[in-house]
């Protein structure tokens, strides 16, 4: 997921908020596409195999945020389709707060995933 969500996830963010500032390197007519492609990574998260979490519940939640952030996404497409620009940042924005309420309950520990140990940090 990260790498299908982030990149455009970044793209929509600076297009969106920072377009008096954009350098040269991001197109304004980026922000369909980007938003398109963070779009179709939510759609993918709906129907993910494996799902984080172990207990039933933990899987209802999961599909809970799932589901609104896809709906989410629909309705940013349709509002940077239709150059609806401070809707669009609001649904951005709140997208972004969605995502990460859901990363503080399943985003993956990055140490044990790299095959490290220790809580306190040590060897990053």
């Given amino acids: 997921m990260r790498t299908r969500a982030n990149p455009a996830f970044s793209k929509i963010s600076f297009l969106l908020f920072h377009d ?52 989410d996404t629909v309705k940013l497409v349709e509002a940077v389709r239709d150059k609806q620009m401070d809707n669009a940042r609001r649904l951005f924005e709140s997208l972004h707060r969605k995502c990460d309420a859901c990363h503080h309950f399943f985003r993956y520990d990055d140490l044990a995933v790299m095959g490290r140990s220790g809580a306190d940090g040590a060897g990053r």
């Fill in 20 to 71: 008096d500032d954009r350098e040269q390197e991001v197109d304004a007519a980026a922000l369909p596409e980007s938003v398109d492609q963070l779009a179709r990574a939510a759609d993918g998260l709906v129907g993910w195999p494996a799902l984080p979490g172990e207990s039933e519940q933990s899987k209802l939640v999961f599909h809970e945020y799932a589901d609104s952030m896809k709906a």
